[in-house]
C-alpha cells in the first residue's frame, strides 16, 4: 500500500507542530513532491551520505531526519556540492526528505526529550522549559527514577540504554552523589542548566558540554552532569516517531529506523576510568 506524500507530511506535523520550532530553524519538507506515493519511510538522525546509501539502496520514498540538511539559506543546490549532491540523489531515487528538528525536540507525547525520558525509565516527566499555550510541550524533561541510584550508577544506566559512541558518557560531580530526580535535554542543553536547578534536579543529562560553564556549574550548589553524544541523546525518538507514524497511517506504509551510527566521532584514546588526579607531565 502506498500514501500520498501530502498525507504522510499532515501527519507528521499533527504530532511535530512546525510552530514549536525555533525561529532559526529550518523543518519540513525539503524535497519531494507532496502528491507522489509513499511506501517506504526510513527515520534517522542525521542526512548524512551513509543514511542516504541507505534510501537508495533500500527503495526508500521518504526520509525523515531530526538534523535539518539545510540551516544556513541557500541559493542553489549544484551536484558538486556536497549537500547538493545528497538532494540530487534523492530527487534521482524519487525519494523525500522531511526533517523535524526542534519541533521534535519540543513536542509532547512523542517528541525528542518524551522519549530521552522514557528510555531512561523516569516517572511523571515534564518540560523543564514549557511551551505556552501547548500542553505538555516544551524543552527539555524533568522526572524521577524508580528507585535512587549513585551519580555513578546513574552513568551507568545512560550507557546502558542509549546508543554506544566513541566519547561514551562523561559525568562531572561527585560519583557517590544520591541521585533521584534527572533533568534531560536530547541534543545541546547546556543552556537549560538554570532551570534544572531551579525543578531540583540532582542532575542534568545532556550533549554538546562545554568546559567552562560545566566547571563553574561545579563550584555551587546544583545538579551533577552526565555528558552523552549529540547522536545518542536524540536517537531514542526514532523508533518511537517511526511507530507513532505506522499507527498514525494504520499501517498503510513501510516504516523503519536507521541503524547507522552517524556521530561524527569514531574512536577515543586515553583514559576510559576514574581521571582526576594530577595529569601526566611530558618534556
Same mark, same amino acid.
Given at each position: ?37 509513499? #511506501?517506504? $519511510?526510513?527515520? =534517522?538522525? @542525521? *542526512?548524512?551520505?551513509? +543514511?542516504?546509501?541507505?534510501? /537508495?539502496? %533500500? &527503495? ?106 566513541? #566519547?561514551? $558518557?562523561?559525568? =562531572?560531580? @561527585? *560519583?557517590?552523589?544520591? +541521585?533521584?530526580?534527572?533533568? /534531560?535535554? %536530547? &541534543? ?96
Amino acid at each position: 500500500m502506498t500514501v500520498p506524500l501530502g498525507n504522510v507530511i499532515d501527519a507528521l506535523q499533527a504530532r511535530y507542530d512546525p510552530a514549536l520550532a525555533e525561529p532559526w530553524d529550518a523543518v519540513g519538507l525539503v524535497c519531494g513532491d507532496p502528491s507522489e506515493p509513499v #511506501g517506504r $519511510v526510513l527515520f =534517522a538522525v @542525521d *542526512p548524512t551520505t551513509a +543514511v542516504v546509501d541507505e534510501v /537508495v539502496a %533500500g &527503495g526508500v520514498d521518504l526520509l525523515v531526519t531530526h538534523h535539518p540538511l539545510f540551516l544556513a539559506p541557500v541559493h542553489g543546490v549544484p551536484a558538486d556540492d556536497p549537500k547538493g549532491r545528497l538532494v540530487h540523489r534523492l530527487v534521482r531515487a524519487g525519494a523525500a526528505l522531511f526533517v523535524a528538528h526542534t519541533n521534535a525536540d519540543r513536542a509532547p507525547g512523542t517528541g525528542v526529550n518524551a522519549a530521552l525520558a522514557d528510555v531512561l525509565g523516569l516517572a511523571g516527566a515534564v518540560p523543564l522549559e514549557p511551551a505556552p499555550g501547548v500542553e505538555g510541550a516544551g524543552l527539555g524533561r524533568v522526572g524521577e527514577l524508580p528507585a535512587p541510584l549513585t551519580l555513578a550508577e546513574f552513568a551507568a544506566l545512560a550507557a546502558r540504554v542509549l546508543p554506544a559512541t566513541a #566519547g561514551g $558518557v562523561r559525568m =562531572a560531580g @561527585d *560519583p557517590e552523589r544520591i +541521585v533521584r530526580r534527572v533533568a /534531560v535535554c %536530547g &541534543g545541546s542543553g547546556g543552556s537549560l542548566l538554570a532551570a534544572a536547578a531551579a525543578a531540583g534536579a540532582d542532575v542534568l543529562l545532556t550533549s554538546d558540554l562545554k568546559h567552562h560553564p560545566a566547571s563553574d556549574a561545579l563550584e555551587v550548589e546544583g545538579p551533577a552532569l552526565c555528558d552523552v553524544a549529540h547522536f545518542a541523546s536524540e536517537w531514542p525518538w526514532l523508533p518511537v516517531a517511526a511507530e507513532a507514524l505506522r499507527a498514525d497511517l494504520g499501517g498503510a506504509v513501510e516504516v523503519a529506523v536507521s541503524r547507522l551510527r552517524t556521530d561524527p566521532w569514531t574512536r577515543s584514546v586515553g583514559h576510559a576510568a576514574d581521571v582526576a588526579g594530577e595529569p601526566p607531565l611530558h618534556g
